[in-house]
């Protein structure tokens, strides 16, 4: 999630367990993630730092990379748009270069009746 959004995080130990003292048993971790902050606590730094990175794939607003592909190919957003033009856009982008070739079905035939109507006869 960090290096498909081209950040850094950042662990910083606030408080540590030790060991003899029955009164500090927790270990508490900040982890900042971007413009997030996210706090961990538990008994050991490994557990405490879990915890922290769980909290913020479950709470963040950026997105993973499986997100983003799916909505770098969702054409419903974008009025007027079909997949053939985003397919030319997205070759253009590349350079590469399509060619179309239309795919009659087996036992195809046309007839008379399946070519455009007239504007007259849609009034």
């Known amino acids: ?37 996210y706090e961990g606590r538990a008994t050991t ?3 405490a730092k879990q915890i922290a990175a769980l909290q913020a794939l479950a709470n963040t607003k950026y997105q993973s990379s499986k997100e983003k592909k799916l909505t770098m190919f969702n054409t419903a957003r974008r009025i007027g748009v079909t997949a053939t033009s985003e397919l ?10 399509v060619e179309f070739k239309f795919l009659e079905p087996y036992n195809f035939e046309f007839k008379h ?11």
């Open 1 to 37: 999630l960090a290096i498909s959004n081209k950040l850094v995080e950042r662990f910083t130990k606030l408080q540590e367990a030790v060991a003899g003292d029955p009164n500090q048993t927790e270990c508490v971790v900040k982890l900042d993630f971007g413009t997030e902050t």
């Open 45 to 47: 730094l490994k557990i």
């Open 88 to 97: 030319h856009e997205i070759a253009a982008k590349k350079g590469v270069r």
């Open 113 to 123: 009746s399946m070519r455009m109507w007239n504007k007259k006869d849609m009034l």
